[in-house]
C-alpha cells in the first residue's frame, strides 16, 4: 500500500499564493504519476496537474500559467505552487498517485491522501 500525506493548503486572498506538498510512504513501491486533483461541493473530482517518474508534466486549462507542479527535494514527494490564485480556486485539493507495489511491482494501483482545504477569499 501507498499513504499520501498532504500539507500546505488554508486561506489566502484572491491573487496570493500557496504551496501544497504531499509525501508517499510505504514498503516497496514504485510511483508512476504524481498528481493533485480537487473537488468543488458537488461536483466531481477533477485533474489539476500531474508530473510522471520522467518528468514530464500536464495541467488543467484553467491553471495553467498560475499553478507549477514539481517532485520535492525528498524522495516520492510532490508539490503544487498555486500563484494569482481566484476565488473559483477554492476546493478541496487531493494527492494522488499512480503506483506498482511489491517486490514484483504489481499493479499499476491508484491511491488518493486525505485532501486539504484550500479557501480563496475575494
Known amino acids: 500500500q501507498v499513504r499520501l500525506v498532504e500539507s500546505g493548503g488554508g486561506l489566502v486572498q484572491a491573487g496570493g499564493s500557496l504551496r501544497l506538498s504531499c509525501a508517499a510512504s510505504?514498503?516497496?513501491?514504485?510511483?508512476?504519476?504524481l498528481g493533485w486533483y480537487r473537488q468543488f461541493p458537488g461536483k466531481q473530482r477533477e485533474l489539476v496537474a500531474t508530473i510522471t517518474s520522467d518528468g514530464s508534466t500536464k495541467y488543467a486549462d484553467s491553471v495553467k500559467g498560475r499553478f507549477t507542479i514539481s517532485r520535492g527535494n525528498a524522495k516520492n514527494t510532490v508539490d503544487l505552487q498555486m500563484d494569482s490564485l481566484k476565488p473559483e480556486d477554492t476546493a478541496v485539493y487531493y494527492c494522488?498517485?499512480?503506483?506498482?507495489?511489491?517486490?514484483?511491482?504489481?499493479?499499476?494501483?491508484?491511491?488518493w491522501g486525505q485532501g486539504t482545504q484550500v479557501t480563496v477569499s475575494s
Open positions: 494522488n498517485t499512480i503506483a506498482r507495489i511489491g517486490w514484483n511491482l504489481r499493479g499499476p494501483y491508484m491511491y
Open positions: 510505504g514498503n516497496d513501491f514504485s510511483i508512476n504519476v
